[in-house]
């Protein structure tokens, strides 16, 4: 049972997800209204996720993301979910700068509303995945296109579907593809030129190549 750091500065929004999540056997150890108690909170309960909103105070822009990034880099364990109300697709380039793509998710807060699935997500980052929203997805699809114009129509949806953290088998489900997906992936590595190394993740390196 991962144990969860909730971070939202509408109290009313955070109490009712904190009981949604504890019925789906997700231990909230403790909640944060902004950024100052949510480090403070991360420090004393040593939680294995945190799960945090973009925009909080002290100045409501996006310290939620900022608080991410930095609880990221000097916690390398701790999985982050960050929530936001709008499909700001520079926010998802921040948690993954550097290549630190495990553990990391990125949801719309219209999401929450479906908590079984909400709490699946949290699993999955805890468990080392990253999830990101298929609507954010698909707003980086529409504004970095130029990037991957040498990709095949079918490798790029493939692609697209490696970035919301889908497994080979998922993507052949979704894609309907019975054999293939392998290949697909094996020319995507190769026209974006990601020759096998020891020192980086392919998979990880195309993903930042797409959302870039």
Not at 45 to 69: C, H, K, S, W, Y
Not at 87 to 114: F, I, M, N
Not at 152 to 168: I, K
């Amino acid at each position: 049972m991962p144990r969860v750091v909730l971070a939202d500065d509408h109290a009313f929004f955070r109490e009712m997800l904190s009981r949604s999540l504890r019925e789906e056997g997700i231990d909230v150890v403790a909640e944060a209204g902004d950024v100052p108690s949510l480090h403070e909170a991360v420090a004393r309960f040593e939680p294995d996720v945190a799960v945090i909103d973009v925009r909080m105070p002290p100045n409501g822009t996006t310290d939620g993301l900022q608080a991410a990034v930095e609880l990221r880099a000097r916690r390398p364990h701790l999985a982050t979910l960050v929530l936001s109300a709008h499909k700001e697709t520079a926010h998802l380039a921040a948690l993954l700068d550097g290549g630190r793509a495990r553990s990391v998710g990125y949801l719309l807060k219209d999401r929450v509303s479906k908590v079984e699935e909400f709490a699946a997500a949290i699993r999955d980052v805890a468990a080392g995945k990253y999830v990101v929203d298929r609507d954010v997805v698909s707003a980086m699809v529409a504004a970095r296109r130029r990037r991957i114009t040498h990709l095949t129509p079918r490798e790029v949806e493939v692609l697209a579907l490696m970035a919301e953290g889908l497994s080979n088998a998922a993507i052949g489900e979704r894609l309907h593809l019975q054999r293939g997906v392998e290949a697909h992936i094996r020319n995507i590595f190769v026209k974006l030129d990601l020759p096998e190394a020891p020192s980086y993740n392919r998979r990880v390196q195309a993903v930042l190549q797409y959302l870039q």
